[in-house]
Nanobody, 117 residues
Framework: QVQLVESGGGLVQAGGSLRLSCAAS????????MAWFRQAPGKEREFVAA???????SYADSVKGRFTISRDNAKNTVYLRMNGLKPEDTAVYYC???????????WGQGTQVTVSS
């Protein structure tokens, strides 16, 4: 069974940093691009960042220059380093496995990030 498990969320003051992790079961990770999404209360889920198997990255404009996505293929883990956090970054953050160009087939349970002003 494929499982994605996020961790690392929490409460942080504006300007602070957090690092999220997403651990994948072995068969969920190999060869796939992975992505982070987030969903704030009352808003639709939005794309944050993605990374290919070989390490190519892409970011939403709202997080460029502040967030960094990375992966450790040996550990079946993808990370999201978040610096310069803003209150508008408050959301539940999800990792997902990408299949094809823009389809995502497996999702984690999410981890809450709250940024206080």
């Amino acid at each position: 069974q494929v499982q994605l498990v996020e961790s690392g969320g929490g409460l942080v003051q504006a300007g602070g940093s957090l690092r999220l992790s997403c651990a994948a079961s072995g068969r969920a990770f190999g060869g796939f691009a992975m992505a982070w999404f987030r969903q704030a209360p009352g808003k639709e889920r939005e794309f944050v960042a993605a990374i290919t198997w070989s390490g190519g990255t892409s970011y939403a404009d709202s997080v460029k220059g502040r967030f960094t996505i990375s992966r450790d293929n040996a550990k079946n883990t993808v990370y999201l380093r978040m610096n310069g956090l803003k209150p508008e970054d408050t959301a539940v953050y999800y990792c997902a496995r990408r299949v094809g160009a823009l389809d995502y087939d497996y999702w984690g349970q999410g981890t809450q990030v709250t940024v206080s002003s």
